[in-house]
Nanobody, 128 residues
């Protein structure tokens, strides 16, 4: 059974960089056709796809966040990470890592019900 677990600081100060790690067990992040995403949900708002990394290491980002985002991976640890720079209080949200199978004709940023695996989420608050 594939399990995803987010980890990282729950409180970050404005202007700093948020760093989160997703540890995957029960399956390899190098599995073909799988996309490994970061998704967040601000208080009272819907889910927002942030970006993803593929089995081969290619990355994709939400254009609204691309300038501040960086997703990377460590295959030896079966982990992938998110770094979000220059954070503000508007970045306060529950952050999820999630994964889904896909080949074509799908939308990582909208079809959230199609995701196969989800972490439990971790609350991150940006405050001074």
């Amino acid at each position: 059974q594939v399990q995803l677990q987010e980890s990282g600081p729950g409180l970050v100060k404005p202007s700093q960089t948020l760093s989160l790690t997703c540890t995957v067990s029960g399956g390899s992040i190098e599995t073909n056709y799988y996309y490994w995403s970061w998704i967040r949900q601000p208080p009272g708002k819907g889910l927002q796809w942030m970006g993803a990394i593929t089995a081969s290491g290619s990355t994709y980002y939400n254009p609204s966040l691309e300038s501040r985002s960086s997703i990377s991976r460590d295959t030896s640890k079966n982990q992938f990470t998110l770094q979000l720079s220059s954070v503000t209080p508007e970045d306060t949200a529950v952050y999820f890592c999630a994964a889904r199978y896909g080949q074509g004709g799908f939308n990582l940023a909208q079809d959230f019900h199609e995701y196969d695996y989800w972490g439990r989420g971790t609350q991150v608050t940006v405050s001074s």
